[in-house]
């Protein structure tokens, strides 16, 4: 038998410790590195033009910007089919007294693509989509690398959109809405108008979605100028059905006096007081005092 002395027995300790927590450091970095080189790809010049050419064999959304044609709000031509508890809040509803507009509140999903007079841009790039919205100054990020939507996503205007292609159509699904976002469930028809109200908002039916409210947009170019979306609204508190809209289009422009511009809601003077529930209109101080 070997005995060891006092000073042998701490030098093979010491090395013991440290062969082990070389172990232990290179078991560590095993996940980095795969996470590194994960986060590498693609890896090549070669890969990352092939990438880039794939964009380029996509339909061309890129060029110009896209201004709406349609009319603000959408067309619910043909009535949905609404549920007890929709048919109710319809029932009650006023047209005119209640301003989308009110406290600078960015408009969100749908209806922020529908202002006519300000465009939106593309902007593509490997696993994502950008689109710039000059109503509100917002821009929307449409995820295209595979993922899928996080089972409880941070509420937002915009919300959490995930697309992919099916040929020449971009298939954009959006969950996570804000519970306030400004949200078209329907239209009044032309006898509950009051007479010479020409506001394109006037037969607008606003109201709260659902928690689990869904927006599918399906959009394709019908020539190189004229760019359709069709939206599926998916709400069970309001629709028995999903409910798709009259398909809306947009033109593109080209030139210089199309690109998009700053936007920014500093100046509203109209109120609305969510403890009274009253709004005041033209009221400049107030409303900017929020």
Not at 84 to 106: G, H, Q, V
Not at 276 to 288: F, M, R, S, W, Y
Request: glycine residues 6%; charged residues 25%.
């Amino acid at each position: 038998m070997i005995e060891l002395t006092r000073s042998t027995r701490r030098t093979v300790a010491i090395r013991t410790v440290s062969v082990s927590l070389c172990s232990f450091a290179a078991l560590m970095l095993v996940p980095q590195a795969a996470q590194a080189q994960d986060a590498a790809v693609p890896r090549t010049a070669e890969q990352q033009a092939a990438t880039w050419q794939e964009i380029a064999r996509q339909p061309d959304f890129w060029q110009g910007t896209w201004q709406s044609i349609s009319p603000i709000a959408d067309d619910f031509s043909k009535t949905p089919d609404y549920t007890p508890a929709a048919l109710d809040y319809i029932k009650r509803y006023k047209p005119a007294e209640d301003s989308p507009f009110t406290n600078c509140k960015p408009l969100g999903m749908p209806f922020v693509q529908n202002i006519g007079g300000m465009p939106m841009k593309f902007f593509q790039s490997p696993g994502m989509i950008a689109v710039y919205i000059e109503s509100s100054g917002m821009t929307r990020f449409i995820h295209t690398d595979g993922r899928k939507h996080s089972e409880q996503p941070n509420p937002s205007y915009l919300g959490e959109s995930i697309g992919h292609w099916e040929g020449d159509t971009l298939v954009v699904d959006t969950t996570g809405l804000a519970a306030d976002t400004i949200f078209q469930m329907g239209t009044l028809p032309a006898s509950q108008l009051r007479d010479g109200d020409h506001s394109p908002l006037a037969s607008v039916i606003f109201g709260k979605h659902g928690p689990n409210l869904r927006l599918v947009e399906r959009l394709r170019l019908i020539d190189f100028n004229t760019l359709e979306l069709q939206l599926t609204i998916y709400d069970d508190t309001i629709f028995k059905q999903p409910y798709s809209p009259v398909p809306r289009r947009f033109l593109r422009g080209i030139e210089q006096r199309n690109e998009p511009q700053e936007w920014a809601c500093t100046d509203n003077r109209d109120y609305f007081d969510e403890a009274t529930g009253k709004l005041e209109i033209n009221v400049k101080d107030k409303a900017q005092d929020r």
